[in-house]
């Protein structure tokens, strides 16, 4: 069996203009890169090194403050490893693997394949992975960030390389690898807060996602199906190398019976909740919207205010410091009060978003606190009406990241502060809005 082992150099943020790869030493073992500290008569190894000056076309250079936040990230690994006595932490999800890389994949073409893991020690960050995919993950998502990459044949098990890693090593990991002691919880409390660049990239994906949702529904007409209509959002979200984590599209009440209704062939007639979520670099932001055509009946129209009541209530006492516990106490009382307390059970209401679809749920008794760099998405539901919108919480309130555009808005009054959330938007039969 022949395994290969390929380190590549370390950029401080001074030289991340310069094009260049520095030979390093290998900070698992203290020996040059040109041994990887793991051969036998089975095994060989290669480093890579730029034989020329790589020009730009070539060679994707980092964002110093994108440097700064792995950095930053490879001293938290440290100081928690020393805080639980290891010598190596084992990340095998992709939505760690996009926390620690701060942007980057382990999934091959955003598929559900995934084809690397990340090694890390107090002073070293390694990818393990084929030689399929070294290139790809070192050109397109670590280039310049001090990342070392491992690799194999791609018809070789990915698992005897990292059984090699961990061999001889107290290793954490976030999937139980046989050897390594698992402590899941504790590694997705590392993902949170945000730091600044993250929280600008979900703001630039928050008016994406928004205007894909929006520019949709202010195109589609009765007679399309809903697998039609998602398409479109896709296609909007797509061509801005947004990934469609989750699309709906519930026509004419749909959302009544089935409150996580995806789309099928059934065609719109009247009206229909729009909704999306998309990921880019590996962070989650989702938009909710509904249009009708002509105005909608008294009863949609009663629980569209209904939902943006209990919406708004949400999106104010989002605010640092608050437990997820106590939102959800405020938002049954506002069921209970005007609503219906069975409304409440019939759908969640909200989570914590980031590197995963759901880092933490709106849930009674929970503890978890929101804080600054923080980012939340409301979808509160009355009946057959829906609405959905992503907050970040800032260090005085929450700002809204899917803020409309051209779109009609309905204003709720919260505390003595009036909150706008989205209202239906009504269309005539035929008519385009740009």
Known sequence: MLCYSSFVGTFSPSDLSLGFQRRRRDSLTGRDAMSDGFENEHMSSATIEAARPVSSGEFFLADPAHFEIVELRQKQVAEFLKSRQCDAMLLQRPWNFSWFTAGGSSLRFNSSDVTAALFLTPDSRVIVTSGVDSGQIFDREVSGLGFQIKERPWHQPRNVLIEDLCRGRRVLSDCGFPGTKEDAATIDSLRLPLQAL??????????????????????????????????????????????????????????????????????LKKWCVISAMGRRQGLHVSATRTVCFGHPSERVADAHRQAAMVQATGMFFSQPRMDLGGLSDRIQRIYEKFIHVEEWQRADQAEVIGYQACEAPVVPLSQFRLAEGMAIFWHCSVGPAALGDTLLITNRHARLLTSPEQWPLVRVDVKGRTTAVPDILCREVGSVLD
Request: proline share 3%; with cysteine; glycine share 8%.
């Open 198 to 267: 993250e929280c600008e990239r979900l703001t630039e994906l928050g008016k994406i996602v928004a205007h894909a949702v929006e520019a949709t529904a202010r195109h589609v007409e009765p007679g399309q199906s809903e697998s039609e209509i998602a398409g479109e959002v896709a296609h909007r979200l797509m061509k801005h190398e947004v990934v469609p984590i989750r699309i709906q599209v519930m026509a004419d009440g749909r959302s009544q019976q089935y409150r996580h209704w995806g789309f099928n062939g059934t065609f």
